[in-house]
């Protein structure tokens, strides 16, 4: 049976890097604490952002290596197996359902971008989650 998970488009990604994909499968990874991601940004920003890695190294006696960063060569793409793009109607019935300011929400239809050009950010790409398929 399908799990559903319905979200934005980057958090869908970031689910299933995080739940479903094998720490040898991720694009980066850093060994020390097992986190995962898609950019060699994202691995610098988490290793130097958390001052945890370097105590844990201090306490264990271990140099600062590379050798915890990981970049595979041949990363696991994520593909339309994966997960379905929701029809603009689907996502806006989604977006409604769960929302506590349902009468904002039932502006984001597909004309409502074209009505209010400085709230582009409201056209329906943007309001379109994806449902993962597990």
């Known amino acids: ?21 094998r720490l040898n499968q991720a694009p980066f990874n850093y060994r020390l604490c097992l986190f995962r991601c898609f950019k060699q940004e994202e691995l610098e ?11 844990v190294l201090q306490k264990k006696n271990m140099p600062d290596s590379p050798d915890f960063l990981v970049s595979k060569s041949t990363p696991y793409s994520i593909t339309d197996r994966d997960f379905a793009l929701l029809s603009v109607e689907e996502s806006k019935r ?28 409201l056209s329906p790409l943007y ?8």
């Open 1 to 21: 049976m399908d799990k559903i998970y319905i979200e934005a488009k980057y958090r869908v990604y970031n689910h299933f890097l995080q739940e479903h994909m």
């Open 127 to 134: 309001c379109r989650p994806f449902h993962q398929l597990s």
């Open 94 to 121: 989604h977006w409604i359902s769960i929302s506590k300011k349902t009468s904002f929400l039932k502006q984001c239809s597909p004309t409502f971008h074209n009505l209010v050009p400085s709230a582009t950010f």
């Open 45 to 55: 920003k988490h290793v130097s952002s958390f001052r945890r890695h370097q105590l």
